[in-house]
């Protein structure tokens, strides 16, 4: 059964692949992208339910990435969490400013990073 689209972008492969993984074998469809450029053209083909985004990504930030899908009318309500090594206060206050609703630092937590997904995408 398949929960959901879910687009990963994150320059960390390894990383992205472990969550991509659980992910899947929790029953949801995961792509992955490794850049800005190939974010948007998964985000483009794929139609996402929900963004997973690292904030740093190589050529341009992923507080930039997400302003840029918010600021677009085909992409604006899909909701994007970040995913991060940063952890001071001030990159989650920016973060939730550019649109993110949700913070998930790394390491990654996937039972943690799991409910967020659920809970956003309203699964029982």
Do not use: W
Not at 37 to 55: A, H, S, T, V, W
Request: a negative charge.
């Amino acid at each position: 059964m398949d929960k959901g689209k879910i687009l990963i972008i994150d320059d960390d492969y390894n990383g992205a692949k472990s969550i991509k993984e659980a992910l899947q074998k929790d029953g949801y469809s995961v792509s992955c992208a490794y850049n800005s450029l190939e974010g948007f053209e998964e985000l483009n083909k794929l139609k996402p339910d929900l963004i997973l985004l690292d904030l740093v990504l190589p050529g341009e930030s992923g507080f930039r990435i997400a302003q840029d899908i918010k600021a677009n009318p085909n992409f604006q309500e899909i909701p994007i969490v970040a995913i991060s090594l940063k952890k001071e206060n001030i990159d989650k206050h920016i973060a939730s400013k550019c649109g993110f609703i949700g913070y998930v630092e790394k390491p990654i937590d996937l039972k943690r990073l799991i409910y967020i997904i659920k809970d956003t995408l309203r699964e029982d």
